[in-house]
């Protein structure tokens, strides 16, 4: 058993009451779990009575926070190519239907997505991860659906299974095949739904490939009577649902959701107040993307306020992609939270930690306690205050993941 009994924290975000948990002359005594948080002097006791003959490393927090490692629950992980091109027309004034018209958009990541070979998508995928981790993300959802056909799709979440072996991160997959029209299906939208249903559905549950099956809820993409009908049959082959919900539009993409008992319903830019209340009474958790809307330079951002103040359970994350958020870093996600939601510091950390666990129905991570995952972060902050007020720079001194420490 390796030990480490971390010391000379200035506080500790334990995540375990309704704001932080802050505990203060603490430390930490953990192995790939937390074994105990006490007083320092009590945790030497009980390294002395109960583990005796086992060595025990010292890690210095240095005076700085220690925190829960950010849980990035919504992320477009894999994908080929790049769309900077798209930026400068973005810059220039062009609109997203513009953008699709000259050959952007997603059409042109899924152009190379196809084309790319299984090791390059690994590569790049490894290359992200290492980013995130070193920025303090601990776990990452990564979607498929830069495929739209069953091929590419297998080979995504194949590759997502492999980067979930290989890296010192948890990727938990999610299926979403159903993330636009590919080319070959202009003016057949049924017929699509009806392919991913019939065939890529059942293949990807048959491997065991997804956790979750998602779907971008939209006007001109996927309406909410084609959306109830395809997430009904993920459910029935297994799958946790999630859902692009309401992000341009109050289609009742978040009613649907609430209806379906979705883990969590994502975007949610013009949610009404029948969406609001359908997420409080059903417990899925809200996941909003301030990096996208701050990408995207809009000028309104989710009712974050709104939905914390009617009891909804709220999360952040990132949205890597890249066409609308292409970005790693959760502390950007808390940075655009902060300036642009009207969320407190207490609530965007608990968003970006332990409410993230909960859009992925993780229930050992996302919080400091006796028998939860040792993932953990040391800050180069003397508190929670000075982590949030200062931006643009990684703050994270030490990644810690199961126990293992990465980017000291």
């Not at 299974?161 to 057949?188: Q, S």
Request: net charge negative; charged share 25%; hydrophobic share 40%.
């Amino acid at each position: 058993m390796n030990l480490t009994l971390l010391k000379n924290a200035s506080q500790i975000l334990t995540m375990c009451d309704s704001s932080l948990g802050i505990v203060s002359d603490s430390g930490i005594l953990f192995n790939d779990k937390i074994i105990a948080i006490e007083k320092e002097e009590e945790l030497e006791s009980i390294v002395n009575s109960k583990y005796p003959d086992f060595p025990v490393a010292v890690l210095d927090a240095g005076g700085g926070v220690v925190m829960p490692g950010f849980v990035d629950s919504h992320t477009h992980l894999i994908f080929a190519g790049s769309r900077e091109n798209e930026f400068r027309m973005r810059l220039e004034g062009k609109k997203y239907l513009e953008i699709l018209e000259a050959g952007g958009g997603i059409i042109s990541t899924v152009r190379a997505t196809r084309e790319a070979s299984s090791e390059l998508l690994l590569e790049l995928g490894r290359r992200r991860l290492d980013t995130m981790l070193r920025y303090g993300t601990t776990t990452v959802e990564a979607k498929s659906g830069y495929g739209l056909d069953l091929e590419t799709e297998i080979k995504i979440l194949r590759v997502i299974k492999h980067l979930d072996e290989i890296h010192p991160a948890d990727v938990i997959p999610t299926f979403m095949g159903a993330h636009a029209i590919p080319p070959e299906y202009r003016g057949r939208k049924e017929e699509y739904l009806n392919f991913l249903i019939k065939r890529v559905l059942p293949e990807v549950a048959e491997a065991g490939l997804a956790v979750f099956c998602d779907i971008f809820c939209e006007k001109g993409v996927f309406e909410v009577d084609e959306t109830r009908h395809y997430l009904e049959k993920a459910a029935e082959s297994g799958f946790m649902l999630k859902m692009h919900a309401d992000e341009i539009h109050d289609l009742g993409g978040a009613v649907l959701a609430g209806e379906l008992s979705a883990v969590s319903a994502d975007h949610l830019g013009a949610v009404g107040d029948n969406g609001i209340s359908a997420l409080k009474e059903s417990g899925t958790v809200a996941t909003l993307l301030p990096t996208t809307l701050f990408y995207l330079m809009s000028r309104t951002y989710a009712p974050a306020r709104k939905l914390l103040n009617e009891g909804v359970t709220v999360a952040i994350a990132s949205d890597f992609n890249p066409g609308s958020s292409f970005g790693e870093s959760m502390q950007m996600a808390v940075t655009a939270a902060l300036l642009n939601m009207q969320m407190t510091p207490e609530e965007v950390l608990r968003a970006a930690t332990r409410n993230g666990a909960k859009a992925l129905r993780l229930e050992d991570r996302g919080e400091l306690a006796t028998g939860k995952l040792a993932d953990m972060l040391i800050l180069d902050a003397p508190n929670y205050l000075y982590f949030a007020h200062h931006f643009g720079v990684n703050q994270v001194k030490c990644t810690i993941k199961r126990g293992q420490q990465y980017w000291n």
